[in-house]
Every structure is written in structure tokens, then in C-alpha cells.
């Protein structure tokens, strides 16, 4: 997360007019923690970001974690619509066939992480031969 997401949080609360205590308890954290956020004094956790993405469902993770996107999100039908940006080099890989013949210049991943909801994680790595 970069120093720029202070506004970002700033924008959504003047987006809703809330306050400082009012948005701290929408997303159910202690009303100090925004205030010290806000006023550069603490940097926002995981937690504080998956509370105001659960509070807040039209809130954009790319556009509050990085700037990119948009803020709120269009809504159609009720549904969110969620934007990802997918790198061109993703786009062009071709899935191979047979994953026992490896291309030697496609790179191999060899670590996956999962985030869920509620803060924790999974990590997985690749099996080596």
C-alpha cells in the first residue's frame, strides 16, 4: 500500500459525509485508528482494508490499495462490477497441454497466495522434482 491511500479513505468518507467516529463504526474499528490514519500517524492494516472492503462492497480494492479504477464502482443489477487489470504477458500465455513438458521460457510460478475475507491466508509453492 502506498502513502496515497489516506485520500482514498478520506474520499470515501466525504463520499457517504461521514465522520470520523461515524466511519470508524461502520467498518468496526475504534474511531482513534481512523483518526490516526488520517492523520498520517498509523499506516492502514489488512484488516483495517478487508473491514472497510466488507463495510463498503462498491469500494474498488485496486482503486484504494494502487489509485487505479474507479470510485464508486459501476453498479448494474444490483452486482458490482469488479475491474481487474490483466498484464498483456498473462493475456498472450498459452496453457499447455501437457504439463509434464515444461517451455523452458515460460516462467514457472512457484509460490501462490490466497487472501480470504476475514484477514487470514494460505499460502502454496510449487512441487519441485
Known amino acids: 500500500m502506498n502513502k496515497d491511500i489516506i485520500p482514498r479513505i478520506q474520499t470515501i468518507m466525504d463520499h457517504y459525509g461521514l465522520t470520523v467516529s461515524a466511519f470508524a463504526d461502520q467498518i468496526g474499528v475504534q474511531r482513534s485508528s481512523v483518526s490516526h490514519l488520517l492523520n498520517g500517524r498509523n499506516k492502514p ?3 483495517f482494508v478487508m473491514k472497510l472492503a466488507d463495510a463498503y462492497p462498491e469500494v474498488n480494492l485496486y482503486w484504494l490499495l ?6 464508486p464502482s459501476s453498479i448494474k443489477g444490483g452486482e458490482i462490477k469488479k475491474e481487474i487489470a490483466v498484464p498483456e504477458k498473462i493475456k498472450s500465455t498459452q496453457v499447455q497441454t501437457n ?3 515444461e517451455d523452458k521460457d515460460t516462467p514457472q510460478p512457484t ?3 490466497v487472501f480470504y475475507a476475514d484477514g487470514t491466508f494460505e499460502s502454496f509453492r510449487a512441487k519441485k522434482d
Do not use: A
Open 66 to 71: 494502487k489509485g487505479v479504477g474507479e470510485f
Open 45 to 47: 492494516s489488512l484488516d
Open 99 to 101: 504439463p509434464m513438458v
Open 111 to 113: 509460490k501462490v497466495i
